[in-house]
């Protein structure tokens, strides 16, 4: 696939069948995920890969609002960063978390980003519990570590349309 292919291909979905994804197909997706730049070549992310559909529908608890897709996905990857390991470990993680919507595009699966990262689990409760305190509960997550996104993916049940065209022109600044 054409890279520009695979960027039209990309799209946020929400919805998946119920067919697992392979061991082999994930660990493709993680050695390319592993790859994606960092700054100063810190390696500062990590990835917690969660393949238990029981696990992923508990995770989809992580929020009142924008995850409950995630009950009955097969597979849900949670970006971490190590803030000891560069105090850009946020961006790093977000460059991962993209390269892994690109490698999923790549292995014919769909995918959706769930934010975690200063994320409360309730809305109208924005001073209470956060999203990734309620994940450490029964997530392995590194004390060391910090939650910045899950990428949610499977292979989606229904072909979306494909973006609608957009001048773009007012988003680019050039200099002649």
């Given at each position: 696939?054409?890279?520009?292919?695979?960027?039209?291909?990309?799209?946020?979905?929400?919805?998946?069948d119920?067919?697992?994804?392979?061991?082999?197909?994930?660990?493709?997706?993680?050695?390319?995920?592993?790859?994606?730049?960092?700054?100063?070549?810190?390696?500062?992310?990590?990835?917690?890969?969660?393949?238990?559909?029981?696990?992923?529908?508990?995770?989809?608890?992580m929020?009142?609002?924008?995850?409950?897709?995630?009950?009955?996905?097969?597979?849900?990857?949670?970006?971490?960063?190590?803030?000891?390991?560069?105090?850009?470990w946020?961006?790093?993680?977000?460059?991962?978390?993209?390269?892994?919507?690109?490698?999923?595009?790549?292995?014919?699966?769909?995918?959706?980003?769930?934010?975690?990262?200063?994320?409360?689990?309730?809305k109208?409760?924005?001073?209470?519990?956060?999203?990734?305190?309620?994940?450490?509960?029964?997530?392995?997550?590194?004390?060391?570590?910090?939650?910045?996104?899950?990428?949610?993916?499977?292979?989606?049940?229904?072909?979306?349309?494909?973006?609608?065209?957009?001048?773009?022109?007012?988003?680019?600044?050039?200099?002649?």
């Amino acid at each position: 696939m054409q890279f520009q292919d695979l960027m039209a291909a990309r799209r946020s979905i929400r919805r998946f069948d119920a067919r697992p994804v392979s061991e082999e197909v994930i660990d493709r997706m993680l050695k390319v995920g592993l790859s994606a730049p960092s700054s100063r070549n810190s390696r500062s992310s990590r990835l917690l890969v969660v393949d238990d559909p029981a696990l992923v529908a508990r995770m989809a608890s992580m929020r009142d609002f924008g995850s409950a897709f995630m009950e009955g996905a097969p597979l849900a990857i949670v970006v971490l960063g190590d803030p000891s390991k560069s105090d850009m470990w946020q961006i790093n993680a977000a460059i991962t978390a993209t390269v892994l919507h690109q490698a999923a595009v790549d292995e014919g699966l769909s995918s959706c980003w769930v934010q975690i990262a200063g994320r409360p689990r309730r809305k109208d409760d924005p001073a209470g519990e956060l999203a990734e305190d309620y994940l450490r509960e029964f997530l392995p997550i590194p004390d060391d570590c910090k939650a910045l996104c899950v990428v949610v993916m499977g292979y989606s049940d229904f072909t979306p349309r494909p973006l609608p065209e957009a001048d773009d022109s007012e988003r680019v600044i050039r200099l002649k």
